[in-house]
């Protein structure tokens, strides 16, 4: 629920942005005073190196770690593992809300399951996945599908239950039977939903494999920080943050603009090109 | 009695989960250090309990969450409101927030174990800076939409500009507040844990990676499920709260 | 018992000691329809008019067979309705359009359903898009287009399957009222060109009277059909709603439902 919200101020945000490249700038430009602040305030000597290293220092170690082909490997990896592991979220919970809501049995078994499971920091688990699947890619990728699957299975369940029932009545007495109503209207129509439900899970699977990568190692942007952070290495630190929040910028818009794309039949849609 | 009988119908499916488990660790079906039985579990949860460690932890746990989340809720609701009744402010923290929402909060783990070290301050911190934006957002959205004839009918009637943002902005936006406080509250346990297991000295997070490191499985599962609960627990005691809040609506 | 079964044959729809009981999520059962029997012959254009909450559209949607006959029975060509079927076409009041739909596509999903072949298809399709007077929209989605153009959209999307009974529950009621007098006097040429069986669920008296053959009038929940008056008039006059044979036959039928909309209105207030 909150999600959409904020998608909505986000939309917002964007809607502004269309206007000109002057209006772009001046836009953006409090970021930009704020990075200026960032390096002013580390060359006057206020903080120490070690707190804050300038920017400048920040960018230069990104630089490095792009020549030298770290940072590929490095953002390569942690996506791969978020995004598997997302995937994996977003088929199995798009299915599995599917079956809760079209089989009373399979109800009853799964809604303790996710009412109590839902709010439960599942982040805690990460030591059993450990002893169970070891320290590598399949349980960060088990961990991180476990953790994103949540919302999926929620958003698809009330999704395919608010479909208006004369649109199913329609579809029902224009001759469409079990199989066809659930392809053919049940899901497009409960896809608003859904992908509000895959953009919510979305960030839980770029924060939560970043989690795994710095409680287990193994690469990955988490891993690199962790080992900078252990090393007092703060430019490492901060260059990870950068190009951490630049990935999750660029997924979070990325599926905005697949929602954008699927939806193009919504009002929200045609509100959007209209304003 | 019957609504006792339907809840447990409901919940039935759990105890189900957990006889499963039971059967599955006696039968050895799998390896003892993979998964105890759930009894030594419980039995271990109780030899935890009445050691002093175990209770020292919890409170520096739940002293960090809702310490970190008061200051999100109180910080966050302000900026929120701040940046939908007045357009420098939006102008300002606009490009800011739009950048540093999607971040995932998880990567300021190491900053904040940088700045502050692995103690109180770290943890408070970092939920301090995770949580704050649902709220903000929520609080945001929540003024934006206040009515605007609530707010002539207030102006006519001479509020101040202060006394309007009190009377009319805030009520207004409380619902939504709220929702965002719902989603920081999850989010707070989830950072909680995390730091605790991979920079800290104390905690329940740091005594199930304690526990774990030490072959004192029993233990460690009772650790987990006891953070696992506490996190439902408190969703629970929130949501409760919150219908009770809202009951004028 | 000669004069049923002679009635059973004449008469496409049959609606035999029809009780309906509705069953909020929560709260008590209600009986919604009580005790209805009807009878409707074929190409006949019947409107079931009453206040609302009285069971008219429960009604409708049991011939649909979009809710189960549990006591009492449909008889729709001496066969007893079991489920949903193209043999009867539905018009609801919000359209229930699919919005994901274009307007072609719309038109086309029963008719993909019926597995008619491609070319068939787009060529009926079109011929009822142009029917309801919607070309140039075929590519539209239902968010782009007025209620008016969305209830066409549906209309043709029913009439394309080509239904031998038309169920349409307040089709006209979600339109503004120039929009509705237009759409009013299309379904009458429509059904001229076209007759078929046409079930019309209004609480509008001079639509029902305008519209319909025979209007079955409804009493307040429960259900019941109170009166059924024969309403026909020459349609093609222009100044019908002038004529007094006309205003008579919507005072008469207005005072029979002006107890009923006063004890609905009880009903709701409680």
Redo the contacts between chains.
């Keep these: 629920m909150a999600m959409s919200e904020t998608l909505s101020y986000l939309r917002r945000g964007r809607g502004v942005r269309r206007h000109s490249w002057r209006y772009t700038v001046m836009a953006w430009l409090p970021l930009i005073v704020l990075l200026i602040a960032w390096e002013l305030t580390t060359r006057s000597g206020l903080v120490t190196p070690f707190m804050l290293p300038p920017l400048s220092a920040v960018f230069g170690r990104i630089m490095e770690d792009a020549a030298s082909g770290d940072l590929l490997t490095t953002i390569g990896t942690t996506l791969w593992r978020a995004l598997m592991g997302f995937g994996i979220s977003a088929v199995a919970g798009i299915a599995l809300g599917i079956l809760i809501s079209q089989y009373k049995a399979v109800r009853w078994f799964f809604d303790p399951i996710i009412s109590v499971g839902f709010p439960m920091p599942k982040i805690a688990f990460l030591p059993i996945m450990i002893l169970w699947l070891g320290l590598f890619d399949v349980s960060k990728i088990t961990m991180i599908a476990f953790n994103a699957i949540f919302p999926v299975v929620t958003a698809t369940i009330a999704g395919i239950e608010g479909v208006e029932k004369q649109i199913i009545w329609s579809a029902q007495n224009l001759g469409a039977g079990r199989k066809r109503l659930m392809w053919d209207v049940l899901l497009p129509a409960a896809l608003p939903q859904i992908l509000t439900g895959l953009q919510v899970a979305l960030p839980i699977a770029l924060i939560v494999g970043i989690l795994t990568e710095m409680a287990m190692g193994g690469y990955g942007v988490g891993a690199t920080m962790q080992t900078a952070s252990r090393m007092a290495d703060s430019p490492g630190v901060f260059a990870g943050i950068i190009e951490i929040a630049i990935v999750g910028y660029v997924l979070v818009q990325a599926m905005a603009f697949i929602r954008r794309r699927l939806l193009m039949w919504h009002p929200e849609a045609l509100d959007a090109t209209a304003a | 009695m019957a609504r006792w009988t339907a809840s447990l119908f ?5 105890l189900i ?1 957990a006889a499963l488990w039971e059967a599955v660790a006696q039968l050895g079906l799998v390896a003892r ?2 998964l105890p039985p759930l009894s030594d579990v419980i039995k271990a949860w109780f030899a935890l309990a009445v050691t002093s460690d175990f209770w020292f932890n919890a409170v520096d746990s739940l002293y960090r969450t809702f310490a970190g989340l008061a200051l999100a809720v109180v910080v966050g609701a302000a900026i929120g409101i701040a940046m939908a009744s007045s357009k420098p402010v939006r ?6 927030v ?14 904040t ?3 502050l070290g692995f103690g109180d301050m770290s943890k408070i911190l970092l939920i301090f800076l995770g949580c704050m934006l ?1 709220v903000t ?2 609080a ?2 929540g003024a934006r939409g206040s009515e605007q004839t609530l707010m002539w009918s207030a102006r006519s009637l001479g509020a101040s500009r202060w006394r309007m943002l009190m009377d009319v902005v805030f009520p207004s936006a409380v619902p ?1 507040i709220l ?2 406080v ?2 920081a509250l ?1 989010t707070s ?2 950072l ?3 730091s605790e ?3 800290a000295r104390s905690g329940l ?1 740091f005594m ?2 304690f526990l ?1 490191d030490g072959g004192n ?1 029993d233990a ?2 009772a650790v ?1 499920f006891t ?3 506490m ?2 627990i ?3 005691l929130y949501q409760y709260a919150m219908q009770r809040t809202l009951q004028w609506r | 018992m000669q004069a049923q079964i002679n009635s059973q044959v004449s008469s496409q729809i049959v609606v035999e000691n029809l009780n309906h009981m509705y069953r909020p999520a929560r709260g008590q059962p209600v009986l919604a329809v009580d005790n209805v029997s009807l009878e409707v012959r074929p190409r006949e254009f019947l409107a079931l008019l009453g206040p609302s909450g009285c069971g008219k559209s429960t009604l409708l949607y049991l011939m649909g067979g979009f809710l189960p006959v549990e006591k009492g029975r449909i008889l729709i060509g001496g066969k007893p309705v079991t489920g949903p079927g193209p043999d009867r076409g539905v018009v609801f009041q919000h359209f229930a359009l699919f919005p994901w739909k274009t307007v072609r596509a719309n038109v086309l999903y029963g008719l993909e359903r019926a597995g008619l072949p491609k070319n068939e298809r787009l060529k009926r399709a079109q011929a009822y898009i142009d029917m309801v007077g919607l070309q140039g929209f075929e590519d539209s989605y239902p968010s782009q287009l007025s209620g008016g153009m969305r209830q066409r959209t549906a209309i043709a999307r029913t009439l394309a399957i080509d239904p031998d009974i038309l169920l349409m529950d307040e089709p006209f009621g979600a339109l503004d009222a120039q929009t509705r007098s237009l759409m009013q006097s299309e379904l009458l040429a429509i059904w001229r060109r076209s007759p078929k069986t046409v079930i019309f669920v209004t609480h509008d008296v001079q639509e029902a009277c305008y519209l319909a053959e025979r209007v079955a009038v409804m009493s307040a929940r429960p259900g019941r059909i109170k009166a059924i008056v024969e309403t026909k008039f020459d349609r093609s006059d222009p100044h019908l709603f002038k004529q007094p044979a006309f205003i008579d036959k919507v005072d008469e039928i207005w005072a029979l439902v002006r107890n009923e909309a006063m004890l609905a209105q009880r009903l709701e207030a409680h």
Excluded: C, H, Q
């Design positions: 409901r919940y039935s499916p759990l989960l250090s993979a102008a300002v923290l606009n490009p800011i739009e950048v540093f929402y999607p971040l995932p909060k998880s990567a300021l783990i190491p900053v174990a940088l700045w649902p957002l929520g945001y959205n939504e929702n965002g719902r989603t999850a346990f989830v909680l844990v995390s297991m991979i920079a997070g199930i990676g774990g499985f460690m599962f987990v953070v696992a609960f996190g439902f408190a969703d629970r």
